[in-house]
């Protein structure tokens, strides 16, 4: 009895082992500027890493001031080579709080999303 | 004794497990930016393709000295998109206080659910189900298993802080989750003993460490530190009627904390009781809990109405 119990524990441990290595939802590792974060010059870009390799047709990032205006420039890409990275460019950015807005479909289809702000200057 | 050391090296094996495996953070239960990750004590609020096995507990010992293990799997599986079943069942270990130990299943528990809503801006969800405990599917004599069925609909429901102002960042990754409802037995006694209408209802209070990374303020957390949620649970049972004299609320407060990874989540929690007829001491559980909608993403993890 113990050998079976051993051996089925064994398969169970050996199958989520092997299935895991499928794609899951996509989660944000971390950001460049960081979240919640206060910079002191305006960058250039937004950029998003994230958990998973990321579907491009479905994945967005937008970047408002606080008056709810889009200040990137709409040019969103998954660069090549980084399928788990997200950029935006972004227009001069002048001192103030923005707020990024991300929603992503990891290559599995799983869908996410998040939001954070980072401050320019002294806000 | 020996019980205790068997569930701190359970413990000590989670938490390893958990150190060894880092992983990415992820999974089921969202609501806008929120994810709640399946909590152990409380029922979820939403439908899911999950499975917990196992869990294993470790009560503490019973108001009558009784000592007890309990080795537990539950399956949650999506019909259509906001409908799901469950099913569980339970091997039992119990040590009566000058009696042998008995083994064997604690009874079998299905249930059918219904997401009733899922706001995300508001990080809040709703669910109505109806959960059964089958009369007869485990031992009744030896472990005290129910001869009689009983039905217990319920509303399980979430709510994440993310909505609060800006001005107050750190209360933001904080979510609470509960569940209320009402047990209908259909005997009315055992062998002498009433079956009491229930009122059950049960919280999780949890932080999002995940949340506070995401979507509040990178602190440098990384993994696996930066996946763990802290939380505190309880839940209580209050009899309505046919109330055996003496018998009063009984519950359970359980702090502990949940690691969730992309496929699966590990969780362990103390168990304090709440007074003397909810048992003595300290008990303690663990559960491997994962999810089958980010294992088998193509295939089971599916809902069945997507199957064809």
């Given amino acids: 009895m113990r050998k079976i119990i051993m051996a089925a524990l064994a398969a169970y441990i050996a199958l989520i082992a092997t299935v895991a290595m499928a794609q899951a939802h996509a989660f944000l590792d971390h950001a460049s500027p960081a979240v919640g974060s206060a910079v002191p010059t305006a960058p250039a870009a937004v950029t998003l890493w994230f958990t998973q390799d990321l579907e491009p047709a479905f994945s967005s990032v937008t970047v408002t001031d606080q008056a709810g205006q889009r200040v990137d420039l709409g040019n969103v890409q998954i660069p090549q080579g980084a399928p788990a990275e997200l950029q935006v460019g972004l227009r001069p950015l002048a001192a103030g709080t923005y707020t990024v807005s991300w929603h992503v479909v990891s290559v599995d289809t799983h869908p996410t999303q998040g939001t954070f702000t980072f401050q320019v200057g002294g806000g | ?308």
């Fill in chain 2, 1 to 308: 004794m020996a019980l205790s050391r068997f569930v701190a090296g359970a413990a000590l094996g989670a938490v390893a497990a958990v150190l060894l495996h880092p992983g990415d953070a992820g999974a089921h239960g969202f609501a806008g930016d929120r994810f709640f990750p399946a909590t152990i004590l409380t029922d979820d609020p939403f439908v899911a393709d999950e499975m917990s096995l196992p869990t294993l507990t470790r009560p503490p010992t019973g108001p009558d000295g009784a000592q007890e293990i309990d080795l537990d799997v539950d399956i949650s599986k999506r019909i259509t998109p906001d409908i799901d079943i469950t099913l569980g069942q339970g091997w039992k270990y119990l040590q009566p206080k000058g009696s042998p130990a008995a083994t064997g299943l604690s009874g079998l528990q299905t249930g059918a659910q219904y997401q009733l809503f899922v706001n995300a801006p508001h990080e809040a969800l709703g669910l109505l189900g109806l959960n059964v405990t089958w009369a007869h599917t485990g031992r009744v004599a030896a472990l005290g298993a129910p001869d009689f069925t009983t039905l217990s609909p319920t509303f399980d429901f979430g709510k994440g802080f993310g909505d609060l102002p800006q001005s107050l960042p750190y209360l933001r990754p904080f979510a609470v989750t509960g569940n209320l409802s009402f047990d209908f037995p259909t005997k009315t006694e055992s062998a002498g003993t009433p079956n009491p209408n229930n009122f059950n209802y049960g919280f999780a209070f949890e932080y999002s460490l995940p949340y506070l990374q995401c979507c509040v303020k990178d602190i440098g957390l990384r993994p696996p530190f930066s996946q763990m949620i802290p939380l505190v649970e309880v839940a209580f049972t209050t009899p309505v009627n046919r109330i055996t004299p003496g018998v009063t609320t009984t519950g359970t407060i359980q702090p502990g904390i949940i690691w969730s990874g992309s496929y699966y989540q590990i969780g362990a929690e103390a168990i304090l009781p709440v007074n003397k007829l909810s048992g003595h001491g300290v008990g303690g559980l663990v559960q491997f809990h994962i999810y089958l909608d980010d294992l088998f993403p193509h295939s089971i993890g599916k809902p069945i109405s997507e199957w064809f």
